[in-house]
């Protein structure tokens, strides 16, 4: 029987330990080396551009020739006005890509031994710039489309003539929200948040390129799709599987996000459930990807995308 791929050698490339290990140069060097990987690893200017720049001594600060404009490292990053180790900020990267099924702030908050508000605001920048890979994606080929709800759970009373049908609107919170994930298979996927699965038809549409075959169950919600696209359904409700026409593979990015919910995050806040499910998105899409790869990826779109609007100062904006 074949080894798992995350079971084989090939699939751990990434040590905790020998990023705890680097002295202060050498993880400075390393988000050069990141951050710079399109110019070699050497520093030039996030203002102008300009390549002729000059190391100053404060705190491995940059001067740019050209503008005179002073930056560093994180300048204009998502890490921009940071207060953590650049080491620190590796560290971070390499916990938070190796939880399978996410990583908690407060444990990682444990880790690197900071305040639980630090670590909750970072682990959201990290879950911002993965999310900001899809972007813009289009899918095509052979695409599953699902959903699943979320959130707004209603406790039952304790004495069994008390409790009410929690399935009708009167009963519920309001809180409770639907992910519709679009999947291609062997592909990349895209997840989006909405209040029921019929208005994400639209998302869909803008989404699923033309020419596609789609794959979807049951549910009435899909109808819509077979004006638009060649639409094979299957009843769960009889089986899982009706010939090709299946959903699994959105089924398995439902799998992921479930187990991130209750078995890392407990509870995941309808206002941030998006952000969640890019993540776990950005997870199922790169599982057969090396960790020390995946870090790669997540330090590069971290230094890619520019200061967060959302959470930079969030939690000053929080006390005000």
């Known amino acids: 029987m074949a080894q798992h791929f995350l079971l084989s050698k090939e699939a ?12 202060d140069a050498e993880a400075f060097e390393t988000f050069k080396r990141i951050r710079w990987a399109d110019n070699g690893g050497e520093a030039y200017c996030p203002k102008c551009g300009g390549t002729r720049v000059y190391s100053l001594t404060d705190n491995g600060r940059f001067k ?26 590796l560290a971070a990267i390499a916990i938070f890509v190796n939880g399978a099924k996410g990583m908690s ?39 599953e489309v699902d959903g699943a ?13 008390d409790r009410k049908d929690r399935r009708l609107k009167e ?38 390129e033309a020419g596609t075959t789609v794959y979807a169950d049951e549910a009435s919600s899909w109808d819509a799709l077979h004006g638009s696209y060649d639409t094979k359904r299957v009843n769960h409700s009889i089986n899982f599987k009706d010939e090709d026409a ?28 998006v952000a969640y ?3 776990m998105a950005w997870r199922e899409d790169n599982r057969r990807v090396s960790n020390g790869e995946q870090f790669l990826m997540a330090a590069g779109a971290a230094l890619a995308h520019p200061v967060s609007r959302q959470w930079k100062g969030y939690w000053q904006r929080r006390a005000a």
């Open 105 to 143: 702030a407060l444990q990682l908050s444990r880790d690197l031994d900071c305040q639980y508000k630090t670590a909750f605001v970072l682990a959201h920048k990290l879950r911002e710039a993965m999310g900001a890979e899809l972007k813009d994606r289009k899918l095509s080929g052979h695409v």
């Open 149 to 161: 709800y979320f959130g707004g759970y209603v406790k039952p009373e304790n004495r069994k003539e």
């Open 246 to 273: 299946c959903t699994n593979q959105a089924e398995s990015y439902f799998s992921r996000l479930r187990r991130a919910e209750i078995g890392t995050h407990h509870l995941i806040s309808g206002r941030y459930l």
């Open 171 to 208: 009963n519920q919170t309001g809180k409770r929200r639907v992910v519709v994930i679009v999947r291609e298979r062997g592909g990349k996927s895209y997840p989006e948040v909405f209040r029921s699965e019929d208005q994400s038809v639209e998302m869909i549409r803008s989404r699923v």
């Open 12 to 23: 751990r490339t990434l040590s905790l330990a020998k990023v705890m290990r680097l002295s």
């Open 277 to 279: 499910a890019r993540e």
């Open 64 to 89: 740019c020739a050209a503008c005179l404009h002073k930056f560093s490292v994180t300048s204009g990053t998502i890490f921009a006005s940071r207060k953590m180790s650049i080491r620190n900020l």
